[in-house]
């Protein structure tokens, strides 16, 4: 079992940047995908970004180069900044982990970007 817990959520202008964090209840390094998702109002959930127990890093199209996953094991944390926020990155971002066990999802935190 994991236990996700998402913070770093907020209101942000056009342009802005946040920063994410995931704390995770368990050994970062016994995990073997940590992600971002995010969903919008009236729209599914999609895939933010991916980071490995390697370091190896995936993103959607639309916030590559903008938007940067990474992890700390020592903390168990992994983050995503958000930078060159646009309207439409508004969403509940929500944290996911992987493993040989399961899925397992955080609560969500709510990123608004206004224009």
């Known amino acids: 079992q994991v236990q996700l817990v998402e913070s770093g959520g907020g209101l942000v202008q056009a342009g802005g940047s946040l920063r994410l964090s995931c704390a995770v209840s368990r050994r970062l390094f016994s995990i073997n995908v940590m992600g971002w998702y995010r969903q919008a109002p009236g729209k599914q959930r999609e895939l933010v970004a991916v980071?490995?127990?390697?370091?190896?890093?995936n993103y959607a199209d639309s916030v590559k180069g903008r938007f940067t996953i990474s992890r700390d094991n020592a903390k168990n944390t992994v983050y995503l900044q958000l930078n060159s926020l646009k309207p439409e990155d508004t969403a509940v971002y929500y944290c996911?982990?992987?493993?040989?066990?399961?899925?397992?999802w955080g609560q969500g935190t709510q990123v608004t970007v206004s224009s």
């Open positions: 980071i490995t127990g390697g370091g190896s890093t």
């Open positions: 996911n982990a992987k493993d040989v066990m399961g899925d397992y």
